[in-house]
């Protein structure tokens, strides 16, 4: 490209990152950054230490501690706990602290990313006066979160917007995406989704990618103190639960399931409390927010909860036939087959591989005669 004299490097693929910066105040005084306050407290809770935390931040002590009694002035409240031969621990405040972030994470990195992800595609058009890449639509997952690191790895022309099954089957029926994530319990259950999936399917124009096998079950509190351990547990008085938004594939496995157990929602306290991600529903449970959520096992290894697996599921991708020959899928495919993202897929935990790859007509996963 030349352009007033200076010659300039075709770019490949922008890459836009997007987090979320938050501040805080106490009262009249000053407000907070909370950004490296955040990793350090982080970094204490981990090593036990504030020098070595400091090390690890590559901050001397003197700032680091500096930075810990400015913060304790601000809020008027201690953030660590000294204790002899033990180290240093962080007290409520700043474990609540910590808990805060981890949600905010946790609840705005689909919106974020997503965000990122179109301003990528725009500013690639703004350059290229074209629009060369593929659209993948899929909720947010542990196992897609991994492949669009090997996507990206590679500058695959593979954008991502999270949504849920649902949107992601409308949007591909609709033209305004090439690959639709979605996902859906194995054997008995999947009979009552068919038509909630098949009514964007066909048969004859679409084909489907096996990304993986998943557990979904009740995420609790580490060592389960109010022994929930059924969907009947969830009709009790003491109980709060968490739940993901309305048209997730997880609501609808969630949903499909109550229904089976004739369990009436409306019995459940906190069934209209939702949360757009796996990650949130856990970040929630752990903050002590709630008592239980459902959601994949991965999620509660993440944050440190327990589980009760429910049931399995499968996680496909949906593509036009025609799209299955195209330069990119086939290189994505490739990626998905490496023994390198199978074994990674592998160790998120709840999350089997086994057929990860591997591509399946329609009415063979929907065990269709007819449509």
Known sequence: MYNGGKTYKQPSMYKVSIKPHWRIAYG??????????????DSIQTEGAILQAAKDLGLSYRHAWG???????????PLLEKHRGRGTTLTRFATTLLWA??????????TLETLSSELETELAKSVLGTNRTMRLCASHGFAISTLMEHINRQELPIKLRYQNSMEALAALAQGDC?????????????????QLYLQFLSREEHCLIHLANLKQGLLIAK??????LSFRDLTRNDIRFVNRQIGSGTRQTLETLLAKNKIDSANINGF??????HAAVAAYIASNMADVGFGVETAAHRFGLDFVPLVEERYFFAIARETQESHTMQEMLSIMRSAEFIREINQLGGYDATETGRIHSVR????????
């Open 178 to 194: 090439e690959i639709a994530g979605f996902h859906l319990p194995v054997d008995v259950y999947e009979d009552s989704m068919l």
């Open 364 to 371: 063979d996963v929907f065990r269709l005669v007819d449509i």
């Open 28 to 41: 009249k005084k000053p407000s907070i950054d909370t950004a490296i306050l955040l990793r350090l407290l």
């Open 272 to 277: 209209e409390m939702t949360e757009f991600t």
């Open 67 to 77: 930075l810990l009694r400015e913060a304790e002035s601000i809020f008027g409240t």
């Open 223 to 228: 060592g389960n103190p109010k022994r929930i």
């Open 101 to 110: 972030e981890r949600r905010i994470a946790a609840r705005l990195s689909p």
